[in-house]
């Protein structure tokens, strides 16, 4: 069982920056390949990048590449998401989520349906 908490959002104005962390409970956080997805309101939730459990692969959506980096420190169990130049289309709370890889490959996922825990989100908030 992991259990996994967001912080970082804010309201920042647009081209600003804002780093998300995401803070994970368990001894084997290691083992996890983690995601960082958005739902703004009325929409369904996407994808926004995903990292493989060394850390080794990572993956982003083509509205974030270039702007977004994930990373993550297994030593601190935590997941982050860097994010520069904000614009205001990137206003949603953001969720972290986890699946369990066991270690396995340098796989990263980016269905909502392939993790196994979410966290409570965190609002960023991107003005104009």
């Known amino acids: 069982q992991v259990q996994l908490v967001e912080s970082g959002g804010g309201l920042v104005q647009a081209g600003g920056s804002l780093k998300l962390s995401c803070a994970a409970s368990?001894?084997?956080?290691?083992?996890?390949?983690m995601g960082w997805f958005r739902q703004a309101p009325g929409k369904a939730r996407y994808f926004v990048a995903a990292?493989?459990?060394?850390?080794?692969?990572?993956y982003y959506a083509a509205s974030v590449k270039g702007r977004f980096t994930i990373s993550r420190d297994n030593a601190k169990n935590t997941v982050y998401l860097q994010m520069n130049s904000l614009k205001p289309e990137d206003t949603a709370v953001y969720y972290c989520?986890?699946?369990?890889?066991?270690?396995?490959?340098?796989?990263?996922?980016?269905?909502?349906?392939?993790?196994?825990?979410w966290g409570q989100g965190t609002q960023v908030t991107v003005s104009s």
């Open positions: 368990g001894r084997t956080f290691s083992s996890y390949a």
């Open positions: 989520a986890a699946k369990e890889t066991y270690y396995s490959g340098n796989y990263y996922y980016t269905g909502t349906g392939e993790y196994d825990y």
């Open positions: 990292i493989n459990w060394s850390g080794g692969s990572t």
